[in-house]
């Protein structure tokens, strides 16, 4: 198929708005695969991701179509991942299109993630085609919603499109929208290659699979390439176009999407946003745009029983082969023995990978309290990266402490603002704007440092708000803050674990109720165990677990667990997670004792 009728796009919208709905009808309409097969939404193709309704990792599959003028039109739809922990990775997928069809539901309107990804897209300069879904639902508003989406976007409310992915209502349109409106790639196919690896998986067999966007040049099967970040050589054994599997291709042309299989063992080498040249006569540069991603949340995980360990490091490998976001390194901690300091993009990537931990490798871990990465200025003049509390030096060596700030996005009926407001200033937040973007959904944007929002803002918010607020981040920079260290001592012996950073004018309250708490959490034993809270060598906070008596039934604890904590629920059904700490027995969930204090 020419150059000029290839279309490449992508689809973004807010979570559970339809896009992998949407995108089945699409490949079902273009007869890339029938209803049958379709049962399972196919481009979800994890376990994990079905459940949760997020697609975690980006694939691409090529459409034909024969369009309104008789002639035949690849297409292919590059699948992005819908959170912001994944910006990177949607930033690259976008940046491998021309367009983008923007999907927004319309029975809830515009959302946090809508317009979070709307500026990325427009950010890369895409086409963009707005696209109303579920117009079949008794609730929905389409001409409020499609008024809402011209004035984010420009253009006229009539020409959004309105459909149904779920009875295929406008589905042709969408279809014509994509011929009509994405331009067809530029590119010349004598130039010096250069292809944006937008994402790549790990087959045990066959190495790194990398998928590619081809923007210069012409890549054929055999070729010698070179990946520019890391100067890695391979050959390129396979090259090929994605579709419902893999089709080999003896060449891939500009504007071209499709794959590369080059024998490629070390998954470091393929990173996303580099390019792939030829080794000889390759570009001289790299497509603009690539960075290193850099971990942003950090949490111990622990064995269980320590006899697991390097069966839990073999776990972390393994899922790093397809996650190459994803770091850790080996630590030892007084309290919970040798485990992993691992880190994470943001909070739901911190989840997913707990999540597998617990389910795909079947492992009995501990987790500590998340924590962000601070940047430590000593008296010295060094400067150290800190990342996990219990590291964190004594205050009389430290000249300067600075912690990861981000901006966020709260989309929420007019109601709540009044709430939602005074979440943000309780979380140090500092108030930037806020827009209207209907009589009664308001724009909400405030900078937080991350610590603030890593461990329960998501909750809290939606309790405020009733479900209705949806919220989304950005990181922006660093900045110096006023904070300290905050320890927990249980029976007098400091529990590495429970060490956190606070915020010096929070720092008394949350000693306070963080010993409360972990008095709720931790079982009666055979004695007495003190629980003291301390900044520096002062103790501020202090209660006591009494001794168990005979005449006591054993006590519940664990109560008012955090409705994200699903691993810990699925705890309180089986096995307690418990740790030793000299003769005190701990629960798992008293190392995320924070998240559930009040
Ligand atoms: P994430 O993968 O979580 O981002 O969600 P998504 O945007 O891919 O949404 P998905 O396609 O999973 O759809 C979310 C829910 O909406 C599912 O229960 C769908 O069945 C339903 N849905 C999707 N499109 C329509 C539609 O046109 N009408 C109706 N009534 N429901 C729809």
Known sequence: IPQDRLRNFCIIAHIDHGKSTLADRLLEATGTLTSREMQAQVLDSMDLERERGITIKSHAI?????AEDGETYALNLIDTPGHVDFTYEVSRALNACEGAILVVDAAQGIEAQTISNLYLAMGQDLEIIPVLNKVDLPSAQPDIVAQSITDLIGGDPADVLKVSAKTGVGIDAVLQAIVDRVPPPGGDPDAPLQSLIFDSTFDTYRGSIVYVRVKEGTLRKGDPITFMATNAKYNAEEIGYLKLGMEPMPELTPGEVGYIIGSVKDVQDTKVGDTVTHTRGGASEQLPGYRDVKPMVFSGIYP????????????????????????????????????????????????????????????????TMPNVRYSVELTSGETIEVENPSEMPDRGIISEIREPYVTAQIITPTEYIGALMGLCQERRGTYITQEYITTDRVDLQYELPLAEIVFD?????????????????????????????????????????????VHKDKAYDMGRRLCKKLRELIPRQMFDVAIQAALGNKVISRETVKALRKDVTARCYGGDISRKRKLLEKQKEGKKRMKQIGAVEVPQEAFLAVLSMD
Do not use: C, W
């Open 304 to 367: 269980t029983d320590s006899a697991d360990f390097e069966d839990l490091r073999a776990a972390l490998e393994r899922l790093q082969l397809n996650d190459a976001a994803l770091t850790y390194e080996p630590e030892t901690s007084a309290a919970l023995g040798f485990g992993f300091r691992v880190g994470f993009l943001g909070m739901l990537h911190m989840e997913v990978v707990q999540e597998r931990l617990d389910r795909e490798f079947n492992l009995d871990i501990v987790t």
């Open 62 to 66: 090529r459409m034909r179509h024969t």
């Open 457 to 501: 803002f998501y909750d809290k918010l939606k309790s405020v708000s009733r479900g209705y607020a949806s919220f989304d981040y950005e990181f922006i920079d660093e900045r110096t803050s006023d904070l300290q260290k905050l320890d927990v001592m249980l029976n007098g012996d400091p529990v590495d674990a429970l060490s956190t950073i």
